[in-house]
């Protein structure tokens, strides 16, 4: 997994796996998901990822257990 913040444009970069992006969707205003040519998600770019987080210039890395303890999923809307 690589992330890259670009201050100049913004934007936070996850790739989850180094692979061609086949195609992209905005899955929320400002976020977008890339795909391989199967369809797996293999990346997620957040746009004025500043005003979204508290830092993107910080990360924090922790291996433990899951928060599964949220509200449902709700459908996307693509």
């Not at 746009?47 to 509200?71: F, T």
């Amino acid at each position: 997994m690589k992330v890259i913040y670009d201050p100049d444009k913004d934007i936070l970069q996850i790739t989850f796996i180094e692979m061609t992006v086949e195609e992209t969707a905005q899955i929320a205003p400002g976020l977008v998901l890339d795909y391989d040519g199967d369809g797996n998600a293999i990346g997620l770019e957040i746009a004025n990822a500043s005003k979204k987080m508290d830092n993107p210039r910080a990360i924090s890395y922790v291996v433990g257990e899951a928060n599964v303890d949220k509200p449902q999923i709700k459908s996307c809307r693509i």
